[in-house]
T-cell receptor
């Protein structure tokens, strides 16, 4: 029974490039959350999606960041024109939407050089 | 503004001892309080969670104590083991909102053999 899957696990991008992070929720889960963790800090909420819908993007920077969760395929967090400050671990979590519990993936560690 | 405040930042406990981590919150709309355990390079793993209708929940060596009037909750790890050495995060969410989690800043626990 696969848990939440994220890829790539590590991603290196040069300033100005695009970063694309993928998240496949647990089987039976249709709700996805993205969080960002800076070194030595807690996780900060970015965006909450259901299939084909963005429910809450209040934690997402207004520029350069976007997220989607299409009807088929994984959820994608896209960061355009990356800057050094985007270097962080990005985690997605999934839930059924009916229960509170969120289960996290292993994360994608983005390094911007 | 940190919605959930966590202390201490780091904790060193002898094997067999009790580890206690505390969290406080302000938002009375929060109605779900989970604890996550995170090992280096891994995603957070859901450890135990509580809702405000109970004052205590125990699962194995892990106990959450919840004080609704004080808006505080804590994690107790009994008979701490070296394998418990990890970073622990408390969190809170509200079912009336998007159910996204607000995390504390984490406690790095080291259990000395």
């Amino acid at each position: 029974n696969a848990g939440v899957m994220q890829n790539p696990r590590h991603l290196v991008r040069r300033r100005g490039q695009e970063a694309r992070l993928r998240c496949s929720p647990m089987k039976g889960h249709s709700h996805v959350y993205w969080y960002r963790q800076l070194p030595e800090e807690g996780l900060k909420f970015m965006v909450y999606l259901q299939k084909e819908n963005i429910i809450d993007e209040s934690g997402m920077p207004k520029e350069r960041f976007s997220a989607e969760f299409p009807k088929e395929g994984p959820s994608i967090l896209r960061i355009q024109q990356v800057v050094r400050g985007d270097s962080a671990a990005y985690f997605c979590a999934s839930s059924t939407g009916e229960l509170y519990e969120q289960y996290f993936g292993p994360g994608t560690r983005l390094t911007v050089t | 503004q940190q919605q959930v405040k966590q202390s201490p930042q780091s904790l060193i406990v002898q094997k067999g001892g009790i580890s206690i981590i505390n969290c406080a919150y302000e938002n009375t709309a929060f109605d779900y309080f989970p604890w996550y355990q995170q090992f280096p390079g891994k995603g957070p793993a859901l450890l135990i969670a509580i809702r405000p209708d109970v004052s205590e929940k125990k699962e194995g060596r892990f106990t959450i104590s919840f004080n609704k009037s004080a808006k505080q909750f804590s994690l107790h790890i009994m008979d701490s083991q070296p394998g418990d050495s990890a970073t622990y995060f408390c969190a809170a969410s509200s079912q009336t909102g998007a159910n996204n989690l607000f995390f504390g800043t984490g406690t790095r626990l080291t259990v000395i053999p």
